[in-house]
């Protein structure tokens, strides 16, 4: 009987052992890659070939089903062209949702609402591709998204 209890107690220790680190993962803060940003932190900067561009989102928390401004600009003060963008889950297939930029004194804006997901957080990419000085350039931001 003994050496029953023994492997059943080792397997569900394991597993036990196994969703606690999940658990624990899952609340760590991670690095999403050079295109991730923080806007909590601040302005998000990317710099590419032909220039620098820095986005920013109102709030900074970004929340699903709740309006969200984003700002677009260019550090080096150039004329864009935005062709087109749009937000796109990263974790999840949430389809294409287009966005629109105004231009107000050099910088873009865009309103827009994301969907909410499953899960408490979620990744998403916008992708911009613009003309610049003639170039066509594809600019890629990701950012967290919460419930």
């Known amino acids: 009987m003994r050496n029953f ?17 999940q658990l624990i ?11 991730y940003c923080d806007f909590s932190a601040g ?9 620098s ?10 929340k699903a089903e709740s309006e969200i401004n984003f700002q677009l600009a260019s550090k080096d003060n150039a004329a864009l062209e935005i062709q087109s963008a749009w937000l796109e889950g ?28 499953t899960e408490e957080q979620m990744i998403w990419q916008m992708v911009i591709v613009l003309m610049i000085n003639n170039q066509q350039q594809r600019l890629v931001f990701e950012f967290m998204s919460y419930r």
């Open 5 to 21: 209890y023994t492997p059943t107690i080792l397997i569900l220790f394991i597993i036990a052992v196994f969703f606690g680190y």
């Open 25 to 35: 993962e899952r609340d760590k803060p991670q690095n999403y890659g050079p295109n």
């Open 43 to 51: 302005v998000c900067v990317q710099t590419q070939k032909i220039g």
């Open 53 to 62: 561009f820095e986005l920013n989102a109102l709030p900074k928390r970004v």
């Open 90 to 117: 990263k974790d999840m297939y949430m389809g294409k949702i287009p966005l629109f930029f105004n231009a107000e004194n050099g910088v873009y804006e865009a309103n827009t609402l994301i969907g909410a997901c």
